[in-house]
């Protein structure tokens, strides 16, 4: 029981390294499909609201350019909280 | 000792516990966005200051830091060489820029004031889709917001959008949205271009207009260099105007070097 949680926690931080470099480069169609499996496999995986909110404060974020400069911010938040009520629906047709 | 819980209590205690995520979520939405409003530039200097030596590293890498002594020396020579053709042909662009400030004396026309500095790029298109340049440099070397920024070869690709520390964001003239007012082909044909991204513009003209594939596009209020050269022009027989494709002269893509034009602020 212990080793599996001790599994679960090194994919995700494996997978936080990942997403931490994709953001990094600019690699937003890495980071995105990669936060959208940790949302899916973890419970609260906040990385993925938090890797959105650095994408934008790297790149985009300039002040007086509209909403568009935070597209990391919202695409982040959106799929974290999608994903919530998903997973439930999904999981419970499974059972 | 084992506790049975029934099914209601377990249901509330649900209930609360995502009212507390709920109420958590709303406050952390409320927080950025007020930490955006009171400060907009306190989460991208943060970031970047983060970010900012895993570019330069990057950076280093690319520019050669791990090449062996021997490549190092052949590259060194081949630069040489280069140089000395180059020293040959600015020989030539010497004498015309003298006939040129001589003019400009003559015609009582003030030269440049403002000044020139260097600076690498950190990070480029396409893989951002802000279409921007992040340049290592910024308040700590007088960069600011309006800073025109230049391609090697003189040629204008965007300004500053936004100055941090040690980092500034570049806007491309071609970003998506942007428009600018320029002359297309030998005929100076008036047009509207319209960024798409990468250093690529579009513009639609009149059918009547004779454009073909090379001709310069100049953007008089910018400056008097190329503004971009024609890619393709595109013809639908039912349509009254024709698409005139055209692209940066240089590469955005392969840039590692910009300048920065300070404008002097007395």
């Known amino acids: ?95 | 000792m084992t506790f049975l819980i029934n099914s209601r209590e377990l249901a509330s205690r649900r209930n609360g516990r995502q009212k507390v995520a709920a109420f958590i979520f709303i406050g952390s939405v409320l927080a950025f966005a007020v930490i955006q409003w009171l400060a907009p530039h306190f989460l991208p200097a943060l970031f970047t200051s983060i970010a900012r030596p895993f570019w330069r590293a990057e950076f280093s890498i690319e520019s050669g830091s791990l090449k062996s002594p021997q490549e190092l020396l052949a590259e060194n020579e081949a630069l040489r060489l280069r140089l000395v053709e180059a020293e040959i042909k600015l020989m030539t662009v010497g004498a015309v820029e003298l006939e040129n400030s001589e003019l400009r004396t003559m015609l009582a026309v003030s030269s440049s004031s403002s000044q020139f500095m260097l600076a690498p790029v950190l990070t480029r298109p396409p893989f951002a889709p802000y279409d921007e340049f992040i340049i290592d440099g910024g308040i700590d070397r007088g960069f600011s917001v309006g800073d025109k920024v230049y391609a090697p070869g003189n040629i204008l690709i965007g300004s500053i959008a936004d100055a941090l520390d040690r980092t500034s964001k570049v806007i491309l003239f071609s970003s998506p949205d942007q428009t600018h007012q320029v002359l297309i082909g030998e005929s100076n044909t008036p047009a509207t271009a319209v960024g798409r991204g990468g250093g690529q513009y579009s513009a639609q003209v009149s059918r009547e207009v004779k454009v073909i594939e090379g001709d310069f596009v100049t953007n008089p209020s910018l400056n008097d260099r190329p503004f971009g050269i024609v890619n393709s022009v595109l013809n639908e027989p039912a349509e009254p105007f024709q698409t005139v494709l055209f692209a940066s002269p240089v590469n955005l893509y392969q840039l590692r070097w910009v300048l920065v034009e300070k404008a002097r602020r007395d």
């Open chain 1, 1 to 95: 029981m212990k080793s599996l949680a001790k599994g679960k926690v090194t994919i995700r931080i494996i997978l936080d390294v990942i997403l931490f470099f994709a953001v990094l480069k600019g690699w937003w169609f890495v980071a995105l499909p990669f936060g959208i499996i940790g949302a899916w496999f973890f419970p609260y995986y906040l990385e993925l609201i938090v890797a959105g909110i650095i994408y934008d404060s790297l790149f985009g974020m300039i002040p007086e350019t509209g909403l568009w400069r935070y597209a990391g911010t919202i695409i982040s938040t959106s799929a974290f909280v999608i994903m919530i009520p998903l997973r439930r629906i999904i999981r419970r047709h499974k059972k």
